[in-house]
């Protein structure tokens, strides 16, 4: 039977995009394809961007024991969410005395703060924060988009 998960590997700077590609979600797996590359390629690797698993921290910290360790910035940005999603529900329960409904104001705080930068309506934002006008009139703003 063959492993259905894959890992791949990606280089982030220099835009080469995908570098390769390994069966199976193990150490081992990893660490081999990393054993694998030139060594003036590991030597050059400075940091390593991984999804908060320890099969990865073990292969990388093994292999590339030079190289920092960083997890990326999707898992950050969902741990985050998933902490206000249970303060949400756990808030609305003790409230309430039941679920959260579409209804309810807590939702609509939920759907704002999930929200994709593009997706944010004018409305939204701070008039008051200078942060918020400023953030709307430049043009690193609209090249930006969480969950790239």
């Known amino acids: 039977m063959t492993e259905r998960r894959h890992v791949g590997f990606c280089d ?3 835009g080469a995009g995908l570098l390769g590609q390994v069966e199976g979600r193990t150490a081992a797996s990893v660490s081999e394809w990393i054993e694998a590359q030139a060594a003036e390629w590991r030597a050059g690797v400075k940091a390593v961007a991984i999804g908060m698993c320890t099969v990865f921290k073990a292969a990388v910290t093994t292999s590339l024991p030079h190289a920092v360790l960083v997890v990326d910035r999707f ?9 206000v999603i249970e303060v949400r529900r756990r808030v609305t329960l003790t409230q309430r005395g039941r679920r ?3 209804g309810n104001r807590e939702w609509q705080l939920r759907n704002r703060l999930t929200r994709a ?3 944010i309506h004018a409305d939204h934002l701070d008039p008051r924060s200078t942060t918020s006008r400023r ?4 043009s690193a703003n609209r090249s930006w988009r969480p969950g790239r």
């Open 12 to 14: 982030l700077t220099a």
């Open 117 to 119: 930068a593009s997706r």
């Open 135 to 138: 953030c709307r009139r430049t």
């Open 100 to 102: 959260g409904r579409k």
């Open 75 to 83: 898992h950050i940005v969902q741990l985050a969410n998933n902490a």
